[in-house]
């Protein structure tokens, strides 16, 4: 058959070639006519030519048609060769073996294709015989190979064939397709039977994999050299209507509070099986007859591990897949039709794994979900193969419709997308290129990228301790700053100076408190160079040798009232968690939840190829994962540690399942679960609320221990008018002290004392007052201030001192919304320069903001 010939559409069917097709069949049958003409010239150096000039390489995106130009090739040169040739062609599957059968029988009618397991007789060879296997088959150390590699009584071996097909001047040509696959997998038995056994005169090699590394070391190995180099661009494939347009990477995008709360794998099959049912719907639309295929993906199973399949099939199954149209393929579970799934409109979603990932042919499939955890470059040009060719009914309208003419990807984790945009890289800066040994001039000539060079980072000259972290965000600065000042490791005015001067300070300071007892500065740091911040660590280690006794005559009394938290036996009581129920129930939207199954959000679709090519899909929604929700919503009810939230969950139940039924509701047990966990992870403020309502019906208070007679503190302490041992406490930070000067200024004459209210680890026994927490935490603000006419026991106020910036921590934000059952609100003041600023509390922000000046007047208040 003529090169001209392969542009005429016979009355079989077959494909007319498109122009880079037909420029590729062309240029290799010319290589293949060189070498094998050069070798019968010069037989000596038939192996160096082989070697060096007869080996070719056609690489093309996955789609454009490699197995038919290389039929096409072979086809074109049967008669036309100086010497007759015997084709060997490898697939890296078995799978593809069949594959290539069909399509070699159906568009390349001029070769016979032979079976050397079977037909190994060197007498019955003609011009263009075609044996198709895999490596395994012949190569490997198995069952199969050695079969064929053994003599039998009726039948000489694949070797033996060889050798007599030399002598009986055959040439031997090989074809590996998919040729990366081939020299990856049981490279070095593939290598040795290539080089002592076959011993190809030439060899054609296919990829859709650009400038493949396994192909460089195969080529290492076995010392050829890919003298020539067919390369087709994507867009060359694309523009003939063989490759879709573009490829689409959808990410779904949840609201915050329903993020942890959904399955990854379960959104990213959810997401597929949506644009899946869009593609089927738009082609029933046009008429076109096709029945589109979804896959997906899965990795290998573990050794004693869950069955992959199995799990993203039930998880198919319950986002509404029907199972009827799911197909598997893998190497544990063969689908005996898996070739036939292409034209099987009965099946829409096959999934596989990575080892069937390349080479089959799936022309209606646009969506692909990958579930498997690694995903580098090679996975994402195997995505790009499997989904990216154009089924032929959908060719006539190629270019016309957005949504067909592009693939789809989802994968579990958007953060590993980056395989998917190398693949998109590399394809599009291939440029359609024909460099063979036969032409008189390269059509493009390619440069070759120089790799990276790293200079060698200098070692340091001397290891010390490193700095600790910088502050992750205001809060934790301020946090870290005020702990600082407090044990007067750095001076307040830094308080004033710019973010990065004080994470500077903190790290310094931190860093010398944390090794100052260890000699970790080697004499790099001269003694005299300590900053003076160390003279509050020094000073700590000081004995507090003085004592200031209490002021009787100031009507301080014998002792505190502070706060007892509920006991263990109430609060495990049926009463109480009866009682929490109703209250939750009461203030929470927990009925409304009972139906809640699905979680709404939207799919961005953006293309790889096209990076202004962006579409946003609104009205997706993706299941609620109940384990997910139970594992999550368990920690909202792990808020206090004495709560027996087993006991909890069964009346809120009881309570719940009353009211659905009362109000005429459709439900099982795993509703009203869901519907309760997510009330408390959506509404966390009215847990805490109904816990804290539930609580106060229980707590009491009682005396403390005793005020000590005397306070033990360091001999320098400044005096104090008002203080109820007269003088100001060492342990008072920048604020606090501020704040005890501003009592000691007071000319109203309405304070009579005050305290600095020590804390105490937990509720162990102190003399300090307390508030209980609705965590369960204890609360002890900073200072206990007697004044003249307030309305609780001995007249005090309990008082909580903040610094210059604004603290909304959650600790803070729950200090703020109790108040105590004997002393009523606790004031809370925010230094201001020389003035104190009033905290209050606003719930419908839930914020704690500065209102007004702090007076002598506010300390009356009895409420927040």
Not at 162 to 185: K, P, Q, T, W, Y
Not at 546 to 553: F, G, S, T
Not at 727 to 753: C, Y
Request: with cysteine.
């Amino acid at each position: 058959m003529s090169v001209a010939d392969l542009t005429a559409e016979d009355k079989a069917g077959r494909h007319v070639l498109a122009d880079f097709q037909l420029d590729a069949v062309v240029a290799l049958s010319g290589v293949i006519k060189r070498a094998i003409a050069q070798q019968v010239r010069h037989p000596e150096r038939r192996s160096e030519i082989a070697r060096r000039g007869g080996v070719m390489l056609l690489q093309a995106p996955t789609g454009s048609g490699k197995t038919l130009m290389l039929g096409r090739t072979l086809e074109t040169l049967v008669g036309h060769l100086e010497r007759k040739t015997v084709w060997f062609w490898f697939a890296p599957f078995s799978g593809l073996v069949d594959q290539t059968i069909d399509a070699l029988s159906e568009q390349c009618p001029g070769l016979r294709l032979r079976d050397a397991s079977k037909d190994r007789e060197p007498g019955l060879a003609r011009d263009g015989d075609v044996f198709i296997h895999t490596w395994a088959a012949v190569a490997a150390n198995n069952q199969d190979a050695r079969r064929v590699r053994r003599t039998t009584e009726d039948s000489y071996s694949l070797d033996q064939m060889l050798e007599l097909l030399r002598l009986d001047n055959f040439s031997i040509g090989v074809v590996i397709d998919e040729a990366h696959l081939n020299f990856g997998m049981g490279a070095q038995a593939a290598a040795s039977f290539y080089l002592n056994h076959l011993r190809p005169d030439v060899t054609l090699l296919a990829t859709a994999t650009p400038r493949d590394a396994a192909l460089d070391k195969f080529a290492d190995d076995t010392g050829v050299e890919v003298a020539s180099r067919v390369e087709v661009s994507r867009a060359q494939v694309v523009e003939r209507g063989l490759n879709k347009w573009g490829l689409m990477l959808g990410v779904v995008r949840l609201r915050e509070q329903d993020e942890g709360l959904v399955d990854p794998e379960t959104a990213a099959l959810s997401s597929g099986w949506f644009q899946h049912n869009r593609i089927k719907e738009r082609l029933s639309v046009r008429g076109l007859g096709v029945v589109p295929l979804m896959l997906v993906q899965v990795e290998d199973q573990a050794q004693g591990g869950e069955d992959p399949v199995e799990r993203v099939k039930e998880k198919l199954i319950a986002i509404g897949v029907p199972e009827r149209k799911i197909a598997v393929h893998t190497s544990g579970k063969p689908d005996p039709d898996f070739h036939t799934l292409a034209f099987d409109p009965s099946r829409e979603v096959l999934i596989f794994k990575v080892a069937v990932a390349t080479g089959f042919d799936a022309p209606r499939a646009w969506t692909l979900v990958s579930v498997r955890p690694s995903r580098g470059r090679d996975f994402g040009l195997q995505i790009v193969g499997r989904i990216m060719r154009v089924h032929p009914a959908v060719r006539p309208i190629h270019g016309e419709d957005d949504l067909l003419d592009r693939g789809y990807v989802f994968l579990t984790d958007p953060e590993l997308q980056s395989g998917l945009q190398d693949a998109a890289k590399t394809l599009e800066a291939v440029v359609s290129s024909i460099d063979v040994v036969t032409s008189n001039f390269d059509l493009v000539e390619l440069g070759t990228a120089q790799p990276l060079r790293v200079g060698d980072v200098p070692r340091p000259a001397f290891i010390t301790a490193p700095l600790p972290p910088l502050p992750k965000d205001e809060t934790e600065r301020q946090q870290r700053l005020e702990a600082l000042i407090e044990e007067r490791r750095v001076p307040e005015s830094v308080r004033e100076r710019p973010a990065e001067e004080i994470d500077r300070a903190i790290q310094t300071a931190e860093h010398l408190r944390d090794n100052w007892s260890n000699d970790l500065f080697g004499g790099l740091l001269p003694r005299q160079d300590v900053p003076d911040l160390l003279a509050g660590a020094i000073r700590s280690k000081q004995m507090k040798g003085a004592k200031y006794a209490l002021r009787k005559n100031l009507k301080v009394p014998a002792a505190l009232i502070a706060e007892v938290p509920p006991r263990a036996e109430v609060l495990n009581s049926e009463e109480f968690n009866r009682n929490l129920a109703r209250e939750f129930m009461r203030r929470s939207h927990v009925l409304q939840r009972i139906g809640t199954r699905m979680a709404p959000g939207s799919l961005r679709l953006s293309d790889l190829f096209d990076e202004d090519r962006v579409e946003v899909l609104e009205d997706i929604q993706i299941k609620l994962d109940d384990a997910r929700i139970v594992e999550r919503g368990q920690r909202v009810f792990d808020l206090d540690n004495a709560i027996n939230d087993r006991e909890l969950k069964k009346h809120l139940k009881d309570e719940l399942r009353r009211a659905a039924t009362k109000e005429g509701f459709a439900f099982d047990d795993r509703d009203l679960t869901r519907a309760i966990y997510l009330a408390a992870m959506r509404e966390p403020s009215t847990l805490i609320d109904a816990l804290k309502h539930a609580k106060a019906q229980y707590v009491e208070t009682a005396p403390a221990e005793p005020i000590p007679d005397v306070l033990n503190d360091y001999a320098d302490c400044a005096p104090s008018r008002l203080s109820a041992y007269g003088v100001i406490p060492s342990d008072l930070n920048g604020p606090e002290r501020a704040f005890a000067e501003w009592l000691d200024k007071d000319d109203t004459g309405r304070i009579e004392w005050w305290l600095r209210n020590p804390s105490r680890p937990g509720y162990t026994k102190g003399w300090g007052t307390n508030l209980i927490l609705p965590s369960g935490g204890y609360f002890f603000p900073d200072f206990v201030v007697s004044v003249r006419g307030r309305s609780t026991p001995d007249e005090i106020v309990l008082v909580e001192i903040k610094g210059s910036h604004n603290d909304n921590t959650d600790e803070s934000l729950e200090k703020i919304a109790v108040r105590h059952r004997r002393y009523e609100a606790v004031q809370w003041a925010q230094r201001d320069g020389q003035d104190f600023l009033r905290l209050v509390y606003v719930p419908n922000a839930n914020r704690i903001v500065p209102q007004g000046l702090f007076e002598f007047e506010t300390l009356l208040r009895t409420t927040g």
